[in-house]
């Protein structure tokens, strides 16, 4: 029995092609320039460490700081007089048990947040704190000028946007503030505000960049974003519950874990410069799996209890 001409031709291509993908993924170094980091995010305060004292408070940031925290993680909303503050939500009826947006409000206007808040990663636990006041983005970039932050835009408010980016300029902090969205056409209009800000993945894009990995194209391709900032897929049915039901969560976590969960596909991006980090993980199991896998670094609420396991476990934490 002969081989077809096409087989003969095809088969000996892609096991050529297979060979480079596998080469230049363990390699891309040789194909690309990797971005030096300006921090290495080792331990990232997620919402300023809102399981140790209340969500985005300066007393918040200060306990995070004092537990060498690497970044803080922030949200950002408008007020009605043009003023940025911190606050992951847009009502303010979790947080302060009024019914009102922060929009909708000016910046004097603000309420306090209430004496204790139910930690959304740990649910059962709630944070408390003697700071109960919202601040702005000003503030904190006046108070930590040279403390690295995440600044996570949920809204496509130009005017949001370009009042970010203006603080981000004005305090010099280009190299050490990234910008953070979940979905592409935000992120596209916080690049064309500031451009020199370093960018995280979007959803869209992440999807995208899981696609080219499996494809075998990924060494291949540019890749602009310097962090993937991404869901541990253990903590889902767990801690995270992105779906009502149950049996959807079961699949998500099984299913995101068979993707995302590579080493491989990990240091890789490492490699090429750009920085991993899980999101959000407040138990110590979650930290080992994170590091484990050969992350950059762990996003929690609990910034006490990961630098308790980094100084405990400094060569899993060094490995990665």
């Not at 007393?59 to 700081?65: C, K, Q, R």
């Not at 979790?94 to 603000?110: A, H, K, P, T, Y």
């Not at 291949?220 to 541990?232: K, M, N, T």
């Amino acid at each position: 029995m002969t081989m077809s001409p096409l087989l003969y031709y095809a088969l000996p291509t892609l096991g050529g092609y297979v060979m480079l993908s596998i080469f230049f993924l363990r390699r891309p170094r040789l194909l690309h320039t990797p971005w030096a980091p300006a921090f290495l995010p080792r331990l990232g305060a997620h919402r300023a460490g809102s399981g140790e004292r209340l969500e985005h408070t300066i007393e918040a940031m200060e306990n995070s700081m004092a537990q060498r925290s690497d970044f803080l993680e922030l949200d950002c909303q408008l007020t009605r007089d043009g003023v940025v503050v911190l606050s992951h939500d847009e009502n303010l009826s979790r947080q302060s048990g009024v019914n009102r947006d922060v929009s909708s409000l000016d910046f004097e206007e603000l309420p306090l947040y209430k004496e204790e808040l139910e930690v959304y990663f740990s649910p059962g636990h709630f944070a408390h704190g003697s700071d109960r006041r919202m601040v702005s983005l000003e503030d904190v970039f006046r108070r930590f000028p040279r403390m690295p932050m995440s600044v996570e835009v949920k809204k496509g408010n130009e005017e949001l946007i370009n009042k970010i980016a203006g603080l981000v300029r004005h305090f010099d902090r280009n190299e050490i503030t990234i910008w953070a969205s979940e979905k592409s056409s935000i992120m596209k209009k916080c690049r064309a505000a500031n451009p020199e800000m370093p960018f995280a993945f979007t959803i869209t894009r992440g999807l995208w960049l899981v696609l080219l990995y499996y494809l075998g194209l990924l060494p291949f391709v540019h890749i602009p974003e310097r962090f993937f900032i991404c869901f541990l897929p253990t903590i889902i049915n767990r801690t995270y519950f992105p779906f009502p039901c149950s049996g959807l969560n079961k699949l998500a976590a099984m299913v995101s874990k068979w993707l995302i969960m590579r080493k491989s596909l990990i240091q890789h991006l490492e490699q090429r410069g750009v920085q991993v980090i899980f999101w959000c993980l407040n138990e110590e199991s979650d930290f080992e799996a994170a590091y484990s896998l050969g992350a950059t670094g762990v996003m929690t609420d609990y910034p006490t209890a990961l630098r308790h396991y980094l100084d405990n476990h400094r060569g899993a934490a060094q490995a990665s």
